[in-house]
């Protein structure tokens, strides 16, 4: 039986920079027959923990769906001793890996509803794989909505793919930037993303939310969604604590009662009603 806390040799496939301090990881198990984090075998918002050698470790949202490859993909920004000597490595280099954890959000509960993904910064990259996985079944679903907001065009992540899906139809994308810029490659309103939300019409009883960004955002995003009449059981939302174990050995990441890495990331906005330091302090 595998140690659930000894990583797996993983190798640096490749690396594409997203923005200044925002790169893609594609990273590959070195024994593809080995029990772990694939690429092929998680549910959109689970989490891996990474190490690399002589750096520590730390947990990273997995941010695509569940692929047919054996490539996992992890959209992490450089900040911090662990990511630091991470965008050092180049191509080939090896790292551990271990997951997937967590619950991930209910895509199925979200079945035979309009899905509204509310993304703040760095949010955008768990809730890609959200956004991914209500495409790969895309009539089990009726309308999907992106509502994204970022502090400026330079830090706007996944944008030509985003804008892709939206020119073909498949997702209605709103997007707020808090400091445009003139010849921006993309409309978008001056503020933040709970104006987004705000501003658009909803029908509550069918409407399912799947909400990721600073814990800042989550309370007045909730409460707004919630005097619109989408029900708190059907709002979604990830808490990316400190996981040290994702086990729910070490009690690092205990909100009150609560074990992140186990009963989490992902919370309803009912069950988060006991986890007022997780939204009004963050990790």
């Known amino acids: 039986m595998n140690d659930p806390l000894q990583p797996l040799t993983a190798l640096l496939v490749a690396r594409e920079d997203l923005t ?28 891996v923990m990474l190490s690399v050698l002589g750096a520590g470790e730390a947990p990273f949202s997995i941010c695509h769906a ?14 911090g001793r662990v990511t630091e000597r991470l965008f050092e490595l ?24 309009d899905v509204l993904l509310v993304a703040g910064g760095l949010g955008m990259a768990p809730l890609r794989s ?19 907001g970022f502090r400026n065009p330079q830090e706007m992540l996944f944008g030509e793919e985003l804008q892709g899906l939206a020119q073909s139809g498949a997702v209605e994308l709103h997007l707020a930037v808090d400091q445009p810029q003139p010849g921006q490659a993309f409309s978008a309103m001056q503020g933040h993303v709970g104006q987004l939300v705000e501003g658009l019409t909803l029908e509550p009883a069918r409407t399912t939310v799947a909400l990721c960004g ?34 729910g050995q070490c009690g690092h990441c205990a909100i009150g009662y609560r074990y992140t890495c186990k009963d989490g990331p992902v919370f309803s906005a009912w069950e988060a009603r006991g986890l007022r330091e997780a939204w009004e302090q963050g990790a």
């Open 20 to 47: 200044a301090d925002t790169a893609l990881f594609q990273l590959a198990l070195a024994d593809g027959r080995g029990v772990g984090p694939n690429g092929m075998n998680h549910k959109p918002g689970q989490f």
């Open 66 to 79: 569940a692929a047919q490859v054996p490539i996992l993909q992890l959209c992490i920004r450089r900040v």
């Open 90 to 113: 180049s191509p080939g280099s090896k790292v551990g890996l271990r997951g997937p954890y967590g619950n991930g959000f209910p895509l199925q509960r979200m079945e035979d509803h």
């Open 130 to 148: 959200v956004l991914q996985g209500v495409l790969a079944n895309r009539p089990r679903y009726h309308r999907v909505m992106l509502a994204y």
């Open 214 to 247: 600073p814990p800042v955002m989550y309370q007045g995003t909730a409460e707004m969604l919630r005097n619109k009449g989408v029900w708190p059981q059907k709002t979604f939302m990830t808490f990316e604590r400190r996981m040290a174990c994702g086990v």
